[in-house]
C-alpha cells in the first residue's frame, strides 16, 4: 500500500435555510472543470478525475476528484493541491465549505482545506486518520463535511480555497472528494453529533453555532412534518429519557439564530438502545490469587449493571 407542523417547518428540511447564498456548486460528474487548477509542491502526481463507476470505489456513482498516493509508488513525496475559483463572499454572513469525501490515511499522511484572505493561505480543517468509506456494501459511506470559514473570508475582496494533500513521504493512501459547495447562509444547522444509547434514555450531544438549539425525537421512521417530540432552548447536550430497551429512534437537530431566523433541521441520525439486562462477561479463567479459604473472580460488567450475584458450590 501506500503513500445531519406547517408549510413554514417543511421548509426547514429543504437543505440549508432560504436565505443561503451560494458561491460555488461542482459535483465533478463530468471532469475537474477548467476553472479549478491542480499544482504540485511536491513530486508531480496531481489530483486527477476519476469517472466513479467502479462499484468498489464510488463517491455516489458519479465522478468524483481523486489524488493517489498508493498509484504514485513508494519512494516520491507527494504534496498536491486542487485549487477552487475565487469567489467573493465579503457580504457573507456564515461562510462555509461543505463537501462528501473519502479519506484512506497510510499512518503519517495528512489532508487540508485551505483559504486564502487575500494576503495568505490559512488551515481551516485538517485529518490525519481515516474518514468514511467508499460507498459501496462491504465498506459503508463517505462523509459529509461542513467546515466554516468565516473567519478566514477575505472582506474586501475575492477568496479562495484548496484542498491539500501531503503523503509525510511514505507509501500512503487516497483522498477522493465530491459535490464541494461554498455558501454563506445565516444559521447553520447543529455538526457534529454524536449520541450515547442506554436502555432507557440517550445522551446526545452537538456543536451549535448560535448556542440555541432545538431536538425532534421519534421511534425511527416517524414523520418529522407532524409527529415527535420537540424540546426547544438547549446549548448543546440533552438526554432523551422514557425509551424502551432494544428499540431503533431518530432524531433532527436546528439551530435557532434569533434575527437571523432558524436553521434547517440536521438528521435524521439514528440510534438504538441497548438491553435493559446484559448478561456478564466473565473471562475464559477468572480465577486468580487462590488461598485455602478464599479465591478471587475477575469478570468485565457492563457499566452500571448494578449488583452481580455469584453461586458457589
Known amino acids: 500500500m501506500k503513500k445531519l407542523f406547517t408549510s413554514l417547518l417543511m421548509l426547514c428540511f429543504i437543505g440549508l435555510n432560504v436565505n443561503a447564498q451560494e458561491y460555488i456548486n461542482e459535483t465533478f460528474d463530468a471532469d475537474i472543470p477548467s476553472t479549478w487548477t491542480t499544482t504540485s509542491e511536491g513530486d508531480a502526481f496531481p489530483w ?22 498508493d498509484a504514485d509508488g513508494n519512494g516520491n513525496h507527494m504534496i498536491e493541491l486542487l485549487e477552487a ?20 490515511n497510510g ?4 489532508a487540508s482545506v485551505e483559504v486564502w484572505d487575500g494576503t495568505e493561505w490559512h488551515t481551516a480543517w485538517s485529518a490525519s486518520e481515516d474518514i468514511g468509506a467508499w460507498l459501496n456494501a462491504w465498506n459503508g459511506n463517505p ?8 473567519d ?33 447562509v445565516d444559521c447553520l444547522e447543529p455538526l457534529n453529533a454524536a449520541v450515547m444509547p442506554g436502555a432507557i434514555a ?3 450531544t452537538w456543536d451549535s453555532g448560535s448556542g440555541n438549539s432545538d431536538i425532534l425525537f421519534d421511534t425511527t421512521g416517524f414523520d418529522p412534518m407532524t409527529d415527535g417530540t420537540l424540546v426547544t432552548d438547549l446549548a448543546g447536550a440533552y438526554q432523551i429519557t ?45 480465577f486468580s490469587n487462590p488461598t485455602t479459604t478464599s479465591v478471587d473472580i475477575d469478570g468485565f460488567y457492563p457499566e452500571g449493571l448494578g449488583d452481580v450475584y455469584i453461586i458457589v458450590g
Open 48 to 69: 486527477f478525475w476519476n469517472a466513479g463507476t467502479n462499484f468498489s470505489q464510488t463517491i455516489d456513482s458519479t465522478g468524483y476528484a481523486r489524488v493517489d498516493s
Open 85 to 104: 475559483p475565487e469567489f467573493d463572499a465579503s457580504a457573507g454572513n456564515i461562510v462555509i465549505v461543505q463537501f462528501d469525501h473519502y479519506y484512506n
Open 107 to 110: 499512518g503519517m499522511d495528512s
Open 143 to 150: 462523509v459529509a463535511q461542513t467546515i466554516i470559514i468565516t
Open 152 to 184: 478566514y473570508i477575505n472582506t474586501s475582496g475575492n477568496t479562495k480555497i484548496r484542498f491539500r494533500y501531503d503523503d509525510a513521504d511514505i507509501w500512503a493512501w487516497y483522498w477522493a472528494i465530491d459535490n464541494v459547495v461554498v455558501s454563506s
Open 202 to 204: 440517550a445522551d446526545v
Open 242 to 286: 422514557g425509551l424502551d430497551p432494544e428499540s431503533t429512534y431518530d432524531y433532527y437537530l436546528r439551530d435557532d439564530c434569533g434575527v437571523d431566523g432558524q436553521s434547517s433541521w440536521a438528521g435524521p441520525y439514528t440510534f438504538t438502545t441497548t438491553i435493559a439486562c446484559p448478561d456478564v462477561y466473565v473471562p475464559f479463567n477468572p
